[in-house]
T-cell receptor
C-alpha cells in the first residue's frame, strides 16, 4: 500500500530564516505531487505541483520554491521566511491518470 | 473554469441527527467530484468520489453523496451523526480529461453536539 510522509510535523522559525520541508511517497512510482498551504480558518491554496522529476509548476508567486530531486520526493524551500508564510503545509500525491489525491499529515509552520 | 461552492462555513447538528453538507459546482465538461474530511491538525482524507456510473456513491464512515447533474450538486449526507464526525469537510471537482489539479471548496466545519 502507498504511504506519504511529511516532516517535520511542527516547526517554529524566525523571520528571515531558511525553510526546508520534505515529503516522500512510498509504494508507488511516478506520482503527481502537490504542495498546499492552509492558513488559519481558510481553505487550501495550491503552491506547487509536479508531474515528474525536475518538472515543477508554480501556482502562486511568492518567496517559496519547490524541487523534486527524486521520483517520490518533493521538497518545499524558502531562503528567507516571512510572517505571512505561517500556516499548515500539506503535501499530496495522485497516481498518474487518476484525479483523487492522498494527503500527508502536514507540517505546522509558525514564523515568529 | 471550475468553481465549487460549499454552502455554510459551519453546520451544527445534534448527535444522531441527519448530516447534510452542501456542495454545488460549475464545470464546462463532465466532472469528477470528491469529498474529503480533515480532522484537527491532520491532512485531508478521501471520503468518497464520483467518476462515472452510479450517481449515488458510498464512502467511508457511513457517508454518501449523490451526483445530480441537473442541479450541479454533490451533497454529502449521513443518516446519524456521531461525535467523531466533527471535522472540516471539503468538496472538490476536477474536469474529466482535464488538469489533475482539483478545485476545492472553502470547506464546511461540522459541529456535533451531544
Amino acid at each position: 500500500s502507498q504511504t506519504i510522509h511529511q516532516w517535520p510535523a511542527t516547526l517554529v522559525q524566525p523571520v528571515g530564516s531558511p525553510l526546508s520541508l520534505e515529503c516522500t511517497v512510498e509504494g508507488t512510482s511516478n506520482p503527481n505531487l502537490y504542495w498546499y498551504r492552509q492558513a488559519a480558518g481558510r481553505g487550501l491554496q495550491l503552491l506547487f505541483y509536479s508531474v515528474g522529476i525536475g518538472q515543477i509548476s508554480s501556482e502562486v508567486p511568492q518567496n517559496l520554491s519547490a524541487s523534486r530531486p527524486q521520483d517520490r520526493q518533493f521538497i518545499l524551500s524558502s531562503k528567507k521566511l516571512l510572517l505571512s508564510d505561517s500556516g499548515f503545509y500539506l503535501c499530496a500525491w495522485s497516481a498518474g491518470g487518476r484525479y483523487e489525491q492522498y494527503f500527508g499529515p502536514g507540517t505546522r509552520l509558525t514564523v515568529t | 473554469a471550475q468553481s465549487v461552492t460549499q454552502l455554510g462555513s459551519h453546520v451544527s447538528v445534534s448527535e444522531g441527527a441527519l448530516v447534510l453538507l452542501r456542495c454545488n459546482y460549475s464545470s464546462s465538461v463532465p466532472p469528477y467530484l470528491f469529498w474529503y474530511v480533515q480532522y484537527p491538525n491532520q491532512g485531508l482524507q478521501l471520503l468518497l468520489k464520483y467518476t462515472t456510473g452510479a450517481t449515488l456513491v458510498k464512502g467511508i464512515n457511513g457517508f454518501e453523496a449523490e451526483f445530480k447533474k441537473s442541479e450541479t450538486s454533490f451533497h454529502l449526507t449521513k443518516p446519524s451523526a456521531h461525535m467523531s464526525d466533527a471535522a472540516e469537510y471539503f468538496c472538490a471537482v476536477s474536469d474529466q480529461g482535464g488538469s489533475y489539479i482539483p478545485t476545492f471548496g472553502r470547506g464546511t466545519s461540522l459541529i456535533v453536539h451531544p
